[in-house]
Structure formats: structure tokens, C-alpha cells
């Protein structure tokens, strides 16, 4: 059995780093969504609601098909509790702000990922409590967990900022641009701060789960889940490569900030903290090769000479 690990040094500011944790994670979600909605013009907002199939199939994909496949997953493999909040967490998260970085790694138009995310997450807003909600009825998880108590929070924390930083675009626009960089760049530095002090809060938990991880099969289960997420966007992207691409990284991207906000504020002391922090690290390794992979792909399909069928076709 693993010997506890205390926080020595750390002990009596346990209650203070919590504290910081938790302010650090709103900081993040504000910040990335000022970040986001910097970036889209009135144009922009109008294009979303033109493309409504496009639009349709990631709701389809993110707040249908992960949220059911991970409580598949739930069922099949009989999840420990942490395991299987951790997982419901990130499954009905969707609209990670990394997602147009991913596809702009894997040679897709990140522009049109910024507003495909930028929507998802204004409806995740209403959705995720709902969903949670749903999900911990359906593989009656017990315990209590009131939707209603975090719709004004997510509102305020996801669909404010974005509108605040979407009127700074188009009332001073030099300025949102000038902004974007900087926030993004908070928004990553407390979204690292988060993790790092989920481990100092949590040392001995940390190094427990990652140890079973791989001692239970429950790294088996993220990485299943992970590319399973990642088939269900190419599946349901539509027509072209493109689209099937940007669709394939928009569902595996789970928006872990929204996931360790409900952890926090309704299953405090579940440890399923320490669970999305090894998915979280999983989910980046995994779509960075993905995203990576199909770059060298298509810069391959790009520069490959014609074949010598092409040729004499183009001599005859």
C-alpha cells in the first residue's frame, strides 16, 4: 500500500492554496473566453448562424455522442467513483480553447475552429449542468447535485466574458487585437497553476492515480475514450477532410476548466481533481500526435509527385 504523502510545509496553507486554486480556475475560463471573443467579428457571429449543419453536427458530436459514450464506458468497465466523475466531467465539457491552436497544428482553418468553439461554449453554459445532471441519474451515481445552482455561475464565468471581449471587437478592434495575446497568455499560466497546485494540494493522491492508471486499466479507459472522441468528430464531420479534421479535434478537446469547476464546487473532496489532471495530460499528448500527424500527412499528399498514370494521362 502507497504511504500517504503529506503537505509538510504546505499544511497550514491548505485552505489558501484551495482558495487560489479555485479563483485560478475562473481566471482562466474568463480569460480564454474575453481571449475567444476577441477574435470574432459581428461577421463572424453571423456566419455561425448560417451554418447551422456545420453547426449541428458538433452540438451532435459534443453534447450527445461523448456525453453517451463516455457513460458507455461508465457501465462497461464498472469505473471507480473518481474515475467515472472524472471522466462524466470532461465528457459533457466541451469546447476546449485549445482546439484552434490543434487545428491550425494540423493545417486546418483555425479561424473557423475559434467560432465552432466559441459556440459550443455558450451553449455548454446551459448544457453541462443539464448533462451532468443526466448522466449521474442514469448510472445512479449518488449523491446530490442541484443543475440549477450553476447555471448563473457558467453564464457569467463563459458567455460574459466572450460577449465582453466580442463588443471590444467591434467598438475598438486594434485594441481586442492587441489583447488577445496577453490574455491567452494568462489563461494559460493559471490553467498551469491549477494543475501544479492540484498536485501540491494533492501529492500522495497524484502519485496514486497515476499508479493505477496503469496498475487497473484506467489509463486504458482515457486513452479508449480519447480516441473514441476523436472517431465520433471524424464520423460525424461531414463531407469533406477539413471539416472531419477540425470536427475529430473539437470533440476530443474537453474543456477541462469547465470539467474542475464542477469538480470543485459540487464534488469537493471526491478527488476527481487529480483524475481530470491525468486525463488532461493524456488528452494534450494525444491530440498534439494526432493534430501533428495529419500536418505531415497532408504536407506529404502536398508535395508527392504525380504517379506515372497521372503523367501519361496528361501526355496522352
Known amino acids: ?167 471590444l471587437r467591434a467598438v475598438a478592434p486594434t485594441v481586442a487585437g492587441r489583447l488577445v495575446r496577453p490574455l491567452e497568455l494568462v489563461a494559460q499560466v493559471t490553467l498551469l497553476s491549477v494543475l501544479v497546485l492540484i498536485v501540491v494540494l494533492s501529492p500522495g493522491e497524484t502519485i496514486r492515480v497515476f499508479a493505477r492508471l496503469v496498475g487497473t486499466g484506467t489509463l486504458l479507459v482515457f486513452v479508449v475514450f480519447i480516441f473514441g472522441t476523436i472517431a465520433i468528430g471524424w464520423l460525424v464531420g461531414g463531407p469533406t477532410s477539413n471539416s472531419r479534421r477540425i470536427l475529430a479535434l473539437g470533440t476530443a478537446g474537453r474543456n477541462v476548466g469547465i470539467a474542475l469547476f464542477i469538480a470543485a464546487s459540487a464534488f469537493e473532496g471526491e478527488n476527481a481533481d487529480s483524475e481530470i489532471l491525468a486525463f488532461t495530460i493524456l488528452m494534450l499528448a494525444v491530440s498534439v500526435l494526432v493534430a501533428w500527424y495529419w500536418r505531415r500527412k497532408s504536407d506529404s499528399e502536398a508535395t508527392s509527385p504525380p504517379s506515372d498514370t497521372e503523367g501519361i494521362s496528361g501526355e496522352v
Not at 461523448?66 to 468497465?77: N, Q, Y
Not at 461554449?121 to 448522466?135: C, D, F, I, Q, R
Not at 441519474?137 to 450553476?150: A, D
Open 1 to 167: 500500500m502507497m504511504p500517504s504523502i503529506s503537505l509538510g510545509g504546505f499544511d497550514g496553507y491548505e485552505p489558501l492554496l484551495t482558495n487560489l486554486k479555485d479563483v485560478a480556475v475562473v481566471v482562466f475560463l474568463a480569460g480564454t473566453m474575453v481571449a475567444m471573443g476577441s477574435r470574432l467579428s459581428p461577421g463572424d457571429v453571423t456566419k455561425i448562424t448560417r451554418e447551422y449543419n456545420l453547426v449541428a453536427r458538433w452540438f451532435l458530436a459534443n453534447m450527445l455522442a461523448v456525453p453517451v459514450f463516455a457513460m458507455l464506458l461508465g457501465v462497461v468497465f464498472s469505473l471507480s467513483r473518481p474515475v467515472l466523475l472524472s471522466l462524466l466531467l470532461v465528457s459533457v465539457a466541451p469546447g476546449a480553447p485549445f482546439i484552434p491552436t490543434l487545428a491550425a497544428l494540423s493545417g486546418e482553418d483555425s479561424h473557423e475552429a475559434t467560432r465552432l468553439t466559441a459556440s459550443l461554449t455558450v451553449v455548454a453554459a446551459l448544457s453541462v449542468p443539464l448533462l451532468t445532471a443526466g448522466a449521474l441519474l442514469f448510472l445512479r451515481v449518488e449523491g446530490t447535485f442541484v443543475p440549477w445552482r450553476f447555471l448563473v455561475p457558467l453564464v457569467l464565468v463563459l458567455v460574459a466574458p466572450l460577449l465582453i471581449g466580442g463588443a
